[in-house]
Nanobody, 126 residues
Framework: QLQLVESGGGLVQPGGSLRLSCTTSGFTLDYYTIGWFRQAPGKEREGVSCISSSGGNTNYADSVKGRFTISRDNAKNTVYLQMNSLKPEDTAVYYC???????????????????WGQGTQVTVSS
């Protein structure tokens, strides 16, 4: 099973930026759709963004559109989530997840993913 590792979380002031990374070892991410999800304290996990294995199809939650950008570098076996103009309500544990789909498929449904990372904490606070 794909083992995913997130990194790049931390504490940032409102309006700041962070770039999260999702990578794996021993497997190639080339054929996997990757999604980013987050879970804030006391709230359900929600989809943030996702990208097809081809990289040509992406999707974003309305709450992050225009501020977050998902991308992938298959040569580095890494998927990124660039987060700009961060708000306190973006505070959460962020998870990446993977699933094997056709190259153009992307999905924000967490139930479609069968491999998950351990998460990285993002805190937006002054």
């Amino acid at each position: 099973q794909l083992q995913l590792v997130e990194s790049g979380g931390g504490l940032v002031q409102p309006g700041g930026s962070l770039r999260l990374s999702c990578t794996t070892s021993g497997f190639t991410l080339d054929y996997y759709t990757i999604g980013w999800f987050r879970q804030a304290p006391g709230k359900e996990r929600e989809g943030v963004s996702c990208i097809s294995s081809s990289g040509g199809n992406t999707n974003y939650a309305d709450s992050v559109k225009g501020r977050f950008t998902i991308s992938r570098d298959n040569a580095k076996n890494t998927v990124y989530l660039q987060m700009n103009s961060l708000k306190p309500e973006d505070t959460a544990v962020y998870y990446c997840a993977g699933a094997f789909f056709a190259p153009t498929v992307q999905t924000m449904s967490e139930y479609e993913y069968d491999s998950w990372g351990q998460g990285t904490q993002v805190t937006v606070s002054s």
